[in-house]
């Protein structure tokens, strides 16, 4: 009986790794899918997402390390887009203009679609309330890889991210799943990607069924 619930609770674990998985993919995939995606439009996805994501890893470490710039540094290697992305964020979040680092992802993001001409589907501040929510993954994660136990983690989480609006209490539950049910700590980055895409992914839905009411 006591083996028969180890197997259980191992396939339950690896279960919870596979719906993680395919969460990242419909979600990261969904943004780039027309009723025909060609493969210039997954490319420019593809590209902005990276561009995206990139900013938002930048300015976090810079914003929650003191402005230590070194700590940027193994995003940027030597990369000269990286480079000018780090120069931007330093600059505006030196300057005060910036209150979270989801704000300056989605500025990426947006700048990114209009050169390559791919429609976002949400509102600007939509996509950064997105973008902000990968707070979730981000110190769940950190608690995991920290061998905190998840019922200890959330309610750190939730003490730490006190805005419901932005981190509702349902999120921060779902994203643990996908941070704890697995053997092992799942992928920090395809982890935020599921939570910013998913959200933006909603946002598009909602406003398509909106329109399709009037």
């Known amino acids: 009986m006591r083996a028969a619930r180890a197997h259980g609770g191992r396939v339950i674990a690896q279960w919870a790794g596979v719906r993680l998985a ?122 995991r890889s920290q061998h905190v136990v998840r019922q200890t983690a959330v309610s750190k989480v939730l003490s730490r991210l006190t805005s419901r609006e932005l981190y509702p209490v349902s999120l921060v539950n779902q994203v643990a799943d996908a941070v704890y049910a697995p053997p092992e700590a799942p992928d920090l980055q395809q982890l935020m990607r599921a939570v910013a895409w998913t959200c933006i992914n909603a946002s598009t839905v909602a406003k398509a069924a909106s329109a399709a009411s009037r």
């Open 22 to 143: 395919l969460l990242v993919i419909a979600a990261v995939t969904a943004a780039a899918a027309q009723a025909q995606p060609t493969a210039a439009s997954r490319a420019a996805f593809q590209t902005c997402d990276s561009q995206a994501f990139l900013t938002l890893n930048i300015a976090r470490n810079y914003m929650m390390s003191g402005r230590n710039k070194e700590l940027v540094e193994p995003y940027i290697k030597d990369s000269a887009l990286a480079r000018a992305m780090a120069d931007e964020v330093y600059q505006r979040v030196d300057a005060g203009q910036v209150r979270h680092p989801g704000e300056l992802a989605a500025n990426a993001l947006f700048a990114c679609a209009a050169e390559q001409e791919m429609p976002v589907g949400a509102a600007r501040k939509q996509v950064a309330v997105c973008f902000t929510r990968t707070d979730i993954a981000f110190f769940l994660h950190a608690e």
